[in-house]
């Protein structure tokens, strides 16, 4: 027994040093990349942001969702597609069916085979797939720098950066799922001069935010005033980086909010149960002689 207690101890111990580089190395930040060490990216991690969608109540903001979209539509869509967000599920962001026909039309699509075996273009209907800008990977990469622009279907649940301790010890008793928003708003409006002594490759733009390397080959891609707004809410790239990010966040869990809410009424009736099944223990052992 006192070797097992030693023995945990001492693996206390262990964790606890590993622990504490960890965190050191972590807060050094882009210190020990200035100075020719061995770089860790992102070089400055996201700031958690202040989300309508975050906690156990959280719900998507309509009106954000819409102006998101709007980004998406007039900046983003330009390289980036979506081809698993089907046009019709816009309407669970307040918009009437014969609007989204209306958007719909505004794409084309390539259909086909005809009655003569060739392939066609038409307009978009609700049913069809956000359309991608460019007809194959390589002619992404190619119109790109080389680097082919991913999908944004699934781009808020695929991204996101390791909080670290102590911040995943609170997420387990209060769970965090903002990491994909907080990283794609963080690298949008993270672009930046690159450091005295980080040289970035020619083509490329310093951001200390991007998960990848210290720089990446798409340039800053929003600008204030860029997007009109009939809202009135500020166009600025904080207020654009902040939209489409919720947008994104919707468009890789558009049931997020069902999801809460169904979640929530299992943990009261577990509660409930967990009552119940108490009382039923205590009523039946009340009678039994000790």
Request: glycine content about 10%; hydrophobic content about 40%; aromatic content about 12%.
């Amino acid at each position: 027994m006192k070797k097992l207690v030693t023995g945990i101890l001492s693996l206390a111990v262990v964790a606890g040093l590993g622990l504490g580089a960890a965190i050191a190395q972590d807060e050094a930040g882009g210190e020990g990349h200035a100075e020719g060490g061995t770089p860790h990216y992102p070089i400055h991690k996201p700031e958690q942001q202040d989300w309508t969608f975050a906690g156990l109540f959280g719900h998507y903001d309509k009106g954000q969702l819409q102006r998101g979209l709007k980004v998406y539509t007039e900046v983003c869509s330009a390289c980036h597609s979506m081809s698993l967000v089907p046009f019709r599920t816009l309407q669970d962001l307040g918009y009437s069916e014969a609007q989204v026909k209306a958007f719909a039309a505004n794409y084309e699509v390539q259909d086909g085979p005809n009655a003569d075996g060739e392939m066609f273009s038409r307009k978009a209907i609700p049913s069809d797939y956000f359309p991608s800008p460019f007809p194959n990977k390589e002619a992404a990469a190619a119109a790109n720098n080389g680097a082919a622009p991913p999908d944004f279907s699934l781009i808020a649940k695929a991204r996101g950066i390791e909080r670290g301790f102590p911040q995943f010890v609170f997420d387990i008793f209060w769970p965090y799922q903002e990491g994909g928003p907080d990283y794609i708003h963080a690298l949008l409006t993270g672009y930046q001069e690159p450091p005295q002594g980080v040289e970035v490759a020619e083509g490329t733009h310093y951001n200390p935010y991007f998960a990848g390397a210290a720089a990446l080959a798409m340039a800053p891609p929003l600008s204030d005033g860029q997007v009109s707004y009939d809202d009135g809410a500020p166009q600025t790239v904080d207020q654009y980086a902040k939209d489409v990010s919720a947008f994104l966040m919707w468009a890789a869990e558009p049931h997020l909010e069902d999801r809460k809410r169904t979640g929530f009424m299992v943990m009261v009736f577990l509660l409930i149960f967990t009552g119940l099944i108490y009382l039923t223990k205590k009523s039946v052992y009340a009678s039994k002689v000790h």
